[in-house]
């Protein structure tokens, strides 16, 4: 009797064959669960979306008054003060980036480059791949202005002398024009996708797969970052003195200089009256 060939021992059906079947399986049930139906899943826990309205807040602040105000005390020093207020909320956010929940973590940002210009193309022209986290855009937008911030700090409080001015405006610019690209981006999103994607961080909610959820939203830790900000923001601004210019650092005591000492302005301008 001859030996049996492949085909009959793999039930009739040659090696090749069976392969492109099984491939096609994969395929027909690879698209059955991208397909799957979506639900409204939590994607931001409530760490994240404290630090989200705080940081937005002070920023706001920061640069309201450093565009519209006249740079000069006691008015300016509330722009330092908010300024340092985002540096602090910020630095909590970079522990997040590490030991938060999943989409808080930078190990979730799709910031390839490759990526990037792919989802920023398909912007353009069509709609783009949905992201149960950040998608590239927003992922850029906010490693920029995570970079801005202690920039901006450093070149703000005069520790690298005059030249540090012209950086310091040459980053405040880019830091709105950031956030600028950030909200358009965000507008764009809204209307291509029908998705208001800004409510999810209110909610912590956005449509997507439920394999895509977080387990948690995190109220005790939630409650831990809000108490935590909170008294440092009210301790430092208690720590103010308008009169001197000057903060102290809660926690490290490290008095901060806001611009000029008003008091010696002051006296110059006594002076200038006395010549007149």
Do not use: C
């Amino acid at each position: 009797m001859p030996p049996a060939n492949s085909a009959s021992r793999a039930g009739g059906m040659p090696k090749a064959s069976r392969d492109r079947s099984l491939g096609t399986f994969a395929k027909i049930m690879n698209a059955h669960a991208t397909s799957a139906p979506k639900s409204n899943i939590l994607i931001w826990d409530i760490p994240n979306r404290i630090f989200h309205w705080g940081f937005a807040a002070s920023v706001l602040g920061a640069l309201s008054i450093a565009f519209l105000a006249d740079d000069e005390p006691p008015l300016f020093q509330l722009h330092m003060l908010f300024g340092i207020v985002a540096l602090f909320l910020l630095i909590l956010r970079i522990v997040m980036g590490f030991v938060g929940s999943r989409y808080s973590r930078f190990s979730s940002y799709p910031v390839h480059p490759r990526e990037v210009i792919t989802y920023m193309i398909s912007a353009a022209i069509s709609k783009t791949k949905r992201y149960a986290g950040n998608n590239p855009g927003s992922a850029v937008a906010a490693l920029l202005m995570f970079t801005l911030i202690p920039a901006l700090f450093i070149s703000g409080t005069g520790f690298m002398g005059e030249p540090a001015e012209d950086l310091h405006e040459l980053f405040a610019w880019a830091l709105l024009a950031t956030i600028v690209l950030h909200l358009a981006g965000l507008a764009w999103h809204t209307i291509r996708h029908r998705e208001n994607i800004s409510l999810a961080m209110v909610t912590g909610r956005k449509s997507g797969h439920q394999e895509d959820a977080i387990p948690s939203a995190h109220p005790l830790w939630g409650g831990i970052f809000l108490l935590v900000s909170a008294l440092w923001i009210a301790a430092f601004f208690a720590s103010h003195n308008p009169t001197t210019g000057t903060v102290r650092l809660p926690g490290i005591g490290v008095t901060f200089q806001l611009g000029e000492n008003e008091s010696e302005g002051g006296g110059e301008h006594r002076e200038n009256d006395d010549d007149d």
